[in-house]
C-alpha cells in the first residue's frame, strides 16, 4: 500500500526540483533588473525590501503551480515558467511608470511604492496563472 502512495514519487521530484531551479533563475534574474539590492536590503532589515520580493516571487510561483498542475511535461512546464519570468519582469517595468523612482523608494524603506509593486505582480501572477488553459 505505501508503495502504491509512493508511486508518483520521481515525478513529484522531477517538478519540485525544477520549480526550485525555476525560483532561484527567476530570484537571479529579478534581483538583476532591479536596481536596489534587494537581498543586502533584506539583510539590512528593510521592509519595503522584503514586501515587495516577496510578493513579486508569489506572483511567480502562481503561474509555475499553475504550470505544474496543467503541463504535459517538464519542457511544457519550464517554457510556462519562462513565460512568467518575463511577466513579472515586464511588471517591474510598467509598475515603474508612475513611480519613476521606484527602485530608490524601496531602497529608502518607503512601504507604499513596495506594496504598489508587490500586488502588482500578485495580481500580474494571479492573472497569468489563471490563462495559462493550456
Known amino acids: 500500500m505505501i508503495l502504491q502512495s509512493l508511486a508518483g514519487l520521481p515525478a513529484f521530484l522531477v517538478y519540485f ?5 525555476c525560483v532561484v533563475v527567476y530570484l537571479f534574474v ?3 533588473i532591479t536596481p536596489h539590492d534587494e537581498f543586502k536590503l533584506i539583510r539590512d532589515n528593510d521592509p519595503a525590501a522584503a514586501i515587495a ?16 498542475a496543467h503541463s504535459s511535461n517538464v519542457v511544457d512546464c ?21 513611480v519613476p523612482n521606484l ?11 513596495a506594496i504598489w509593486l508587490g500586488l502588482s505582480s500578485l495580481a500580474a501572477g494571479a492573472l497569468n496563472a489563471a490563462s495559462m488553459i493550456y
Open 17 to 21: 526540483c525544477t520549480a526550485i531551479l
Open 30 to 32: 529579478y534581483t538583476r
Open 53 to 68: 520580493l516577496g510578493l513579486s516571487l508569489l506572483g511567480f510561483t502562481l503561474p509555475v503551480v499553475s504550470a505544474i
Open 78 to 98: 519550464l517554457v510556462w515558467s519562462l513565460v512568467a519570468l518575463i511577466v513579472q519582469i515586464v511588471v517591474y517595468y510598467v509598475i515603474k511608470i508612475p
Open 103 to 113: 527602485s530608490a523608494k524601496i531602497a529608502a524603506g518607503e512601504m507604499a511604492p
